[in-house]
């Protein structure tokens, strides 16, 4: 454990809820100033997780380092990092100004300080006209900014979010996630971010832990998950929309897909040797239509400058193409796929771990 170059790092981190294990001797490294996600599905562990970093949540076994700092028993106001949550909780009567100083005003910080602060802040989050309004004046996004503005007057070391968009409507959620972007980028700040958006993490995060029933799944940036992930479940995770996965049959040293017979895949000797099947991942992004084919065109999503075409095998499973094409095949034709066979991805069947 390279305990001097990374800002927090947790060793065999555990909580334990009666026989629920929620968080599982979890190891992590976060650098400074980094923006790291905790990405899962719902009961994955990442809240608990990021409640035992801010010292919410008591831990069952394990530490946590912040900086120079064994804070795995220390109070959550002494450990330098403030938390922004989902819902946020403003106090309806106060003003802008007023709910961002609030803070600071109950630890008696001087009053010509604390409005340095809020306008400070209030210059990084845009809110300078919103100053004197109250609350219920505020879209939805404008208040959620106002509980990041109530968290940078504090100036923490570490800012933690647990899903801080999920109230907010689509179009909202990507406005923030820019803002979030730029914050990062302008403050410099590290920022643990817990999300079950795959797109979210993918789009904010420098690097991102994929979490499942409290275990580690794998640990890397956006791009490394989505190119190498090291087993089934973080290939279905990430990637929009998900991965198809096919059964391979090998024979000597060929490899077949028996409900994909247009696609031709090479492996290696090592491979065909120890495998007698593989399950196949092939992101919809990586094939193609081609005219002749015996899939079925199920129906298709024309988004503009892609569309997806949902397609059935012969027998019965289930196969997404991104397309570019302004032509799409109409619901009922048959056609085939071609696929880049360079970015197939193989896996055992049975383990469910990667085989390179
Ligand atoms: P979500 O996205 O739904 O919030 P999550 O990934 O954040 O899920 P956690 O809230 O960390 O998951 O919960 C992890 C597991 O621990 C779940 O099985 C949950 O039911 C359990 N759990 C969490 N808090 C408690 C608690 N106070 N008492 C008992 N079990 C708990």
Redesign the pocket.
């Given at each position: 454990m390279t305990q001097q170059s990374s800002f927090i790092y947790t060793h065999n981190l555990s909580k334990h809820?009666?026989k629920?294990k929620?968080v599982e001797a979890v190891n992590l490294e976060i650098q400074e100033g980094e923006f790291f996600a905790l990405l899962?599905p719902?009961?994955?562990?990442?809240?608990?997780?990021l409640r035992m970093i801010s010292g919410l949540e008591e831990v069952t076994s394990g530490q946590i380092h912040i900086g120079e700092r064994d804070v795995t028993t220390m109070h959550p106001a002494d450990r330098g990092i403030a938390m922004v949550f989902q819902s946020y909780a403003l106090y309806p009567h106060m003003t802008v100004r007023e709910n961002m100083g609030f803070g600071l005003k109950m630890s008696k910080v001087p009053s010509n300080e604390i409005d340095k602060k809020v306008n400070e802040a209030a210059e990084i989050l845009h809110l300078e006209e919103y100053l004197d309004r109250k609350p219920k004046t505020l879209s939805g996004g404008q208040r959620q900014r106002v509980a990041i503005g109530r968290s940078i007057v504090r100036g923490p070391e570490v800012f933690l979010f647990d899903e801080p968009l999920s109230n907010l409507d689509a179009e909202l959620r990507v406005e923030m996630r820019v803002e979030i972007s730029r914050l990062h980028r302008e403050l410099g700040t590290t920022i643990i971010y817990?999300t079950?958006d795959q797109v979210e993490a993918m789009t904010l995060a420098d690097k991102i832990v994929v979490l499942k029933d409290?275990l580690i799944q794998q640990v890397g940036t956006p791009l490394s998950l989505y190119d190498d992930p090291e087993n089934v479940f973080v290939a279905g995770f990430i990637g929009s929309p998900t991965i198809n996965f096919v059964r391979g049959d090998i024979n000597g040293s060929k490899l077949s897909i028996p409900s994909l017979k247009t696609i031709k895949l090479e492996i290696d000797q090592s491979i065909a040797s120890s495998h007698s099947e593989l399950l196949i991942g092939l992101r919809p992004q990586h094939l193609s239509l081609v005219e002749s084919g015996d899939l079925e065109v199920e129906f298709t999503e024309a988004l503009g400058d892609i569309s997806y075409v949902y397609l059935k095998t012969a027998n019965g499973e289930r196969i997404v193409v991104e397309s570019r094409e302004e032509k799409l095949p109409s619901t009922g034709a048959l056609v085939g796929i071609k696929a880049k066979a360079s970015k197939a991805l193989f896996f055992d069947p049975k383990t469910e771990l990667r085989v390179k």
């Open positions: 809820f009666g629920v929620a899962g719902s009961g994955c562990g990442k809240s608990t997780l817990v079950h409290g």
